[in-house]
Nanobody
């Protein structure tokens, strides 16, 4: 599975951005992770194939929405009410082995999101 993320950029606090991840190949779960400067990478959101089972980390619940377009094999992360603490490099990742939002075995290149106050 190859993953191509796009959509990062700079935005002011309170603004919105939508990240896209175009996938080639089949996966059982796909999601977004982020890594802020000086911090460990964390899972942001994930969606499992075959259903609408989604996961969001607490800090983004109510602000971020993950969705997918099966026809385009693309997953989106709509981010709204962005905060400076959302600043990070965002990575798209997929699990092609099990329907589990962890142990991702495919990673795309990151896209930088910068939120200014």
């Amino acid at each position: 599975v190859q993953l191509q993320a796009s959509g990062g950029g700079s935005v002011q606090a309170g603004g919105s951005l939508t990240l896209s991840c175009a996938a080639s190949g089949d996966y059982k779960a796909i999601g977004w992770f982020r890594q802020a400067p000086g911090k460990e990478r964390e899972a942001v959101s994930c969606i499992r194939s075959g259903g609408n089972n989604t996961y969001y980390t607490d800090s983004v619940k109510g602000r971020f929405t993950i969705s997918r377009d099966n026809a385009k094999n693309t997953v989106y992360l709509q981010m709204s009410s962005l905060k400076p603490e959302d600043t990070a490099v965002y990575y798209c990742a997929a699990n092609s082995v099990v329907t589990y939002c962890g142990g991702m075995n495919h990673w795309g290149k990151g896209t930088l999101v910068t939120v200014s106050s």
